[in-house]
């Protein structure tokens, strides 16, 4: 009940096209979804957040779409630029722990 | 803002020893502080949780005998692996939040190799 799954594994994109991951998850008890970037070598950097309040939230080029009753969530990446290629994990805590629970992570090229 | 930095980046150290790695938030106090091990191509694994003052919570299966954590202050965490040994070779992460809030800034990560 404590997982989150996350697809697909691995995703290739042409420079300019749309990206998009993909996360489920079952524990109701789940009130924040952050999405981080990691690059090889590197800690994972905060991208973008969600509450279950709003269906969506948009920094930049960046969006994620969150469906409440079929608890997906997701990660569009708009106009995606090779430096967007890393590794991306979805996750997701109760705000009385804090503890992250992380999805299985999705390694996105992008081909310039 | 909220920079948390570890150190050292990458340590080397003989099967038996053990290893200290320091977690700092710089410029936040932090409440939380977490402890994650990462295998190459595999995600975060949280390990413990420690809160400035008291015990850290391990996870389950995690041996809090092997992986010692101190929460001294608002600012400074530190991960000692003891007697470490080969399969303990990872890529360590804390990360450190403020009090209330559910963001979660991450360090930079520290590669342990165990000889």
């Known amino acids: 009940q404590q997982q989150v799954k996350q697809s697909p594994q691995s995703l290739i994109v042409q420079k300019g096209g749309i990206s998009i991951i993909n996360c489920a998850y079952e524990?109701?008890?789940?009130?924040?979804f952050p999405w981080y970037q990691q690059f090889p070598g590197k800690g994972p950097a905060l991208l973008i957040a969600?509450?279950?309040?709003?269906s969506e939230k948009k920094e930049g080029r960046f969006t994620i779409s969150f469906n409440k009753s079929a608890k997906q969530f997701s990660l569009h990446i708009m106009d995606s630029q090779p430096g967007d290629s890393a590794t991306y994990f979805c996750?997701?805590?109760?705000?009385?722990?804090?503890?992250?629970?992380f999805g299985q992570g999705t390694t996105l090229q992008v081909k310039p | 803002g909220a920079v948390v930095s570890q150190h050292p980046s990458r340590v080397i150290c003989k099967s038996g020893t053990s290893v200290k790695i320091e977690c700092r938030s710089l410029?936040?106090?932090?409440?939380?502080m977490f402890w994650y091990r990462q295998f190459p191509k595999q995600s975060l694994m949280l390990m413990a949780t420690?809160?400035?003052?008291?015990?850290?919570?391990?996870e389950q299966g995690v041996e809090k005998d092997k992986f010692l954590i101190n929460h001294a202050s608002l600012t400074l965490s530190t991960l000692t692996v003891t007697s470490a040994h080969p399969e303990d070779s990872s890529f360590y992460i804390c990360?450190?939040?403020?009090?209330?809030?559910?963001?979660?800034?991450f360090g930079p990560g520290t590669r342990l190799t165990v000889l």
């Open positions: 990360s450190a939040s403020r009090q209330g809030l559910d963001t979660q800034y």
């Open positions: 524990n109701t008890a789940f009130d924040y």
């Open positions: 969600i509450r279950p309040d709003v």
């Open positions: 996750a997701a805590s109760t705000y009385n722990t804090g503890k992250l629970i």
């Open positions: 410029d936040f106090q932090a409440t939380t």
């Open positions: 420690s809160n400035e003052g008291s015990k850290a919570t391990y």
